[in-house]
């Protein structure tokens, strides 16, 4: 009789076998001598001959030098302590340290921003105090001038509350609708027989100087739009220049003027019944109008003028941008240029 062991037969009469010992000569650990490291002791060297990392030693290829971890931005003091502190301790009394590990900008105020790569924003570094002398203009960079043009109702302020949050600055907010002409001189009748959605319906000439003013880093006065009854308000809104200006509206690429301000051109693309309901639901909730007058408006102007003018206009665009705010991937890769063009200014 025999039976199953393991991976073989055998006779259950037959011996068994020992399995053969295997020995292997294991070495008995010895006992290295401990490297010094920098700002942890000097190992019996003397404050007076600190060891170096290996890559700084003066054996180096030849017509190589050493590298200067100061400009990277990298202590060479202990590790508890702070690189701009320590940087700051070398310098003479008097003279600023010859270094800038991030890019900053500075707003009308005199605040100072500062890009970090960690969490992806700029954020506030330097209050500048009430009272004291703000910056020249000519000294800071040209703000960043973005026109974000798109169908009504294709998410033109998402993709701009998205740039703006992603970029933690305080941008200045500039729109398109708050430049239709003052309709006041005419009677209730001819308002609506308007075309608000033509070229000519807007105040184009104060709005070029108004981004002209922003530019410049000077403050405007942007006009306010009663859109119930088609007129300019007497309220105006005071807007701030900042280092970022986005400037949204339907026909902003119409106007050569318009167009060369602009640093980035981006056209917000959704499909036409997206739009229509969004702006429906906006005019009558938002806007006081009823239901009949919108969609009376959208047959009559809206949708003629759009193919007419506002679809041809993303030919200028430099980022088409399919289906707004709710492409996620589309949005980020704008905000990333975005970013790129900041740091270039303060470069």
């Known amino acids: 009789m025999s039976r199953w062991q393991g991976r073989a037969w055998r006779s259950a009469d037959s011996p068994r076998r020992r ?10 650990p010895t006992k290295r ?20 990392a ?6 180096r290829a030849p017509g190589r030098q050493p590298r200067n971890w100061s400009r990277i931005g990298i202590s060479r003091e202990s590790p508890g302590r702070d690189v701009g502190s320590s940087l700051d301790a070398r310098a003479p009394l008097g003279v600023a340290p010859s270094y800038a590990p991030y890019p900053r900008l500075t707003s009308i105020g005199g605040d100072i921003f500062e890009w970090s790569p960690f969490t992806g924003h700029w954020s506030l570094v330097t209050v500048h105090p ?8 000519a000294a800071r960079p040209r703000p960043l001038i973005i026109g974000v043009v798109g169908g009504s109702g294709s998410g033109k302020t998402t993709v701009a509350r998205a740039i703006h949050e992603a970029t933690g600055i305080d941008a200045a907010f500039v729109d398109q609708d708050a430049y239709y002409k003052d309709l006041g001189h005419l009677s209730m009748d001819d308002r609506r027989r308007v075309n608000f ?6 105040d184009n000439d104060l709005m070029v100087e108004q981004l002209e003013a922003l530019a410049a880093w000077q403050p405007i006065q942007k006009p306010t739009y009663d859109y119930a009854a088609h007129t300019r308000a007497a309220a105006v809104i005071t807007v701030q220049p900042s280092p970022i200006v986005i400037v949204d509206g339907i026909l902003l690429f119409t106007d050569a003027r318009l167009r ?4 980035i051109k981006l056209y917000v693309d959704v499909a036409d019944d997206i739009r229509f309901i969004r702006r429906l639901q906006r005019d009558v909730e938002e806007r006081g109008r009823t239901m009949g007058d919108v969609i009376r408006q959208y047959l009559t102007t809206v949708r003629p003028m759009h193919m007419e003018f506002v679809e041809p206009s993303k030919r200028y665009a430099d980022v088409i ?10 949005v980020e890769m704008v905000i990333a240029r975005v970013i790129l063009e900041l740091q270039r200014r303060v470069a």
């Open 130 to 137: 009430t009272g004291a002398p703000v910056p020249d203009a």
């Open 19 to 28: 399995p053969a010992t295997v020995r292997v000569a294991v070495r008995p």
């Open 321 to 330: 941008l399919p289906e707004g705010g709710h492409n996620k991937i589309g």
């Open 260 to 263: 060369k301000h602009f640093d």
């Open 54 to 59: 290996r890559r700084d030693r003066t054996s």
């Open 197 to 202: 959605d033509h070229p000519d319906a807007l």
């Open 33 to 52: 001598p401990r490297t010094p490291r920098l700002g942890c002791g000097s190992g019996g060297r003397g404050p007076a001959e600190p060891r170096l």
